[in-house]
T-cell receptor, first 116, second 114 residues
Framework: KAGVTQTPRYLIKTRGQQVTLSCSPISGHRSVSWYQQTPGQGLQFLFEYFSETQRNKGNFPGRFSGRQFSNSRSEMNVSTLELGDSALYLC???????????????FGPGTRLTVL | AQSVTQLGSHVSVSEGALVLLRCNYSSSVPPYLFWYVQYPNQGLQLLLKYTSAATLVKGINGFEAEFKKSETSFHLTKPSAHMSDAAEYFCAVSEKSSASKIIFGSGTRLSIRP
């Protein structure tokens, strides 16, 4: 079974631009979560989508948004990029069954975004 | 609010020595607890997960962790370190009702001395 894939793997943008990152979950997984990893703030939860609906949200400004398609693929968008948005963006997929003991998140390799 | 604290941002051990990475959690409800490993330029890989089925959890690559409610701890151990264990390790917590939202610790970088 193929793992979680993220595209692109590397991205360079300038301040003020916007960017869209893509995540394809493991086949059969309906939940996709996004995380931002920076040296200063560590790993922080951005949001989770399940069945095309945002189910959980972290503490990030509205410039960070996402969506999920009917095939469970998810995109994350960051508008008006700032230097501080430079980070590794990780997505993770799972079956998404709330309270399920056996449900586990599987992470993709990440997209490294550099904002100049 | 849930949180995890990892004691020691960097741990160095000799090859063959015991590995002990410390994690304490704070949660108002019984949590799920995890240890993830991240190798350079890669995503996160789940080492093990505590879901209240057993307090001693065995994971991959010879790692295990023990859930101690009285100490609010979930320390990661491995009896004998291998060079390939060098990586960054993250302790994490989530609520049972929202297992897809994981709160991570700040990470511990493990170095292995030959």
């Amino acid at each position: 079974k193929a793992g979680v894939t993220q595209t692109p793997r590397y991205l360079i943008k300038t301040r003020g631009q916007q960017v869209t990152l893509s995540c394809s979950p493991i086949s059969g997984h309906r939940s996709v979560s996004w995380y931002q990893q920076t040296p200063g703030q560590g790993l922080q939860f951005l949001f989770e989508y399940f069945s095309e609906t945002q189910r959980n949200k972290g503490n990030f400004p509205g410039r960070f948004s996402g969506r999920q398609f009917s095939n469970s693929r998810s995109e994350m968008n960051v508008s008006t990029l700032e230097l501080g948005d430079s980070a590794l963006y990780l997505c993770a997929s799972s079956l998404g069954r709330l309270g399920a003991l056996t449900d586990t998140q599987y992470f993709g390799p990440g997209t490294r975004l550099t904002v100049l | 609010a849930q949180s995890v604290t990892q004691l020691g941002s960097h741990v160095s051990v000799s090859e063959g020595a015991l590995v002990l990475l410390r994690c304490n959690y704070s949660s108002s409800v019984p949590p799920y607890l995890f240890w993830y490993v991240q190798y350079p330029n890669q995503g996160l890989q789940l080492l093990l997960k505590y879901t209240s089925a057993a307090t001693l959890v065995k994971g991959i690559n010879g790692f295990e962790a023990e859930f101690k409610k009285s100490e609010t701890s979930f320390h990661l151990t491995k009896p004998s370190a291998h060079m390939s264990d060098a990586a960054e390790y993250f302790c994490a917590v989530s609520e049972k009702s929202s297992a897809s939202k994981i709160i991570f610790g700040s990470g511990t970088r493990l170095s292995i001395r030959p």
